[in-house]
Structure formats: C-alpha cells, structure tokens
C-alpha cells in the first residue's frame, strides 16, 4: 500500500509557480528525503501534503485521505517535527508527552502507558520532571521525536529536524528512524546534510519547483557517476535559476 501519492501537484502564488507539477508514490514504511536548495518548493510542497496548504492543481492522498477534502484526517494520522522543536519550553518531558496526547486524542491510560514506554526507551525515566529548556540540543530532538509519534501515526513528516545537531547525536537520531520505519511508520525528510541522504531509500531533488531526480542513493550516484549524494544535489543545484 502506499503512503503518498501526488500527481501533478502544483502550487501557484500568483505568477509564481513555487511547485510545479511534481509526482511521486512512497510505500507505507519507506524513508524518503525530499531534498532541494532553498527557494526549490520543498516546504511549499511538504505543507500541501500536511493539509496545511491547499493546492493550485493536481492530485495527491496522504495515508489513504484526499488532500484537498480530508485535511483533517490527514493531520489525525500524521506526526510533524521541525528543526525548531515544537516543545513547550517551560514544561516538563513528562508534561509535554501528555499535553499532545491529549491533543492528538488519545484517552488517559493511553497517553500513561506511552509515556511510560517512550520515558524507558528513551533512558530518561531520570528526567521525566526535566523542563525542555534545560535539556541538551541531542535529548530535546529525541524527545521532539517521540512526541510526533506518539500516537502511532501511519507517516512523520521531518522538516530539517538535525540542523545545528552534533554528528553523534545525528546518527543516534537516525537510529530512531530506523526503528521507527521498522515498525511500518513512513518517514518523509528534508535535510541539509547529504550525508543523511545516503541514509534515505529513496531520495528526490527539487531544483525550482520540479523533481529533477527520483532514486534511490546508491543508483543516483551511479547515473551521475560520482562519489557521493552531495556530488548529486551540486550538480542538480546549478541548475537552479531561481535566487535563494
């Protein structure tokens, strides 16, 4: 089954065509790296697939839900994190976990027993009456993570969600998108650092709007006969007449 599906998607501000005319289909359990210099249309179309934006043209569902007439399914079966860590800062782990579970519907017992399950996976049963502020860079992403799944939802829309993170605490991040795609849960990411990328399955390229390159890593790097994914997305990015 898959998870996205798009056809022809646009979206038009205006004379501006910020996404033009993309399609792609990802299997439920995939990781996907949507990557693209900035200005290509990657937010633009990542809003559209979260139901937050609708579009000018085209189709597209979203966990089996219409995007232009099921947004509010979409956003019920979808998790969101953002490089900016959409945390309450002045509550505690424990506090935050429950705050969206209940947001995202879910009884009392489910929303103790998750917040039981992610404090020990996590290793922070410690810090549970931690605030946010207080806590590392690393251990604020990971708990970023664990809230935008915790209710079991069908896909995760990452956006940029390592920016400023060390290496280590990178990988260990992707560790546990590892775990949970493992578990059937689709992971769609954007990123800057094409090291990342090489941890994707499959990888597309915006440049201006349009999907330039749909593969996975390893076959990418073989069509443009180079070393690497950052090799790809240059050559891909000169391309761009766009400004950023």
């Given at each position: 089954?898959k ?21 792609f ?29 609708s ?5 597209g ?31 505690t782990i424990k ?23 992610f404090?020990?996976e ?15 860079l690393?251990i604020k992403?990971?708990?970023s993570?664990?809230?935008?799944s ?15 993170v ?8 992707w ?18 650092y094409m ?50």
């Amino acid at each position: 089954m898959k998870a996205i599906i798009t056809k022809d998607l646009t979206k038009k501000f205006g004379d501006f065509t910020a996404v033009d005319n993309i399609g792609f289909e990802i299997p439920e359990g995939e990781i996907f790296g949507f990557l693209g210099a900035n200005g290509a249309g990657k937010t633009t179309a990542m809003r559209m697939l979260c139901g937050l934006l609708s579009p000018t043209s085209g189709e597209g569902t979203v966990a089996g839900f219409d995007i232009y007439k099921e947004t509010n399914k979409i956003k019920q079966n979808i998790g969101y994190m953002s490089q900016k860590f959409s945390l309450y800062e002045d509550l505690t782990i424990k506090e935050n976990m429950r705050l969206f579970g209940g947001i995202y519907g879910m009884n009392h017992q489910e929303i103790k027993d998750k917040t039981r399950q992610f404090l020990k996976e996590l290793a922070l049963e410690s810090e549970r009456n931690t605030l946010i502020r207080s806590l590392p860079l690393g251990i604020k992403q990971k708990v970023s993570f664990a809230v935008s799944s915790f209710h079991s939802p069908k896909i995760i829309f990452l956006d940029e969600p390592t920016g400023g993170v060390d290496p280590i605490a990178r990988r260990t991040f992707w560790e546990m998108i590892y775990q949970a795609s493992e578990r059937g849960i689709t992971i769609f990411v954007t990123t800057h650092y094409m090291d990342e990328a090489e941890y994707c399955d499959r990888v597309s390229i915006m440049v201006d709007g349009q999907i330039k390159a749909l593969d996975s890593p390893l076959r990418l790097k073989n069509e443009y006969k180079v070393q690497t994914m950052d090799e790809v997305f240059r050559l891909l990015a000169r391309q761009s007449a766009r400004n950023d």
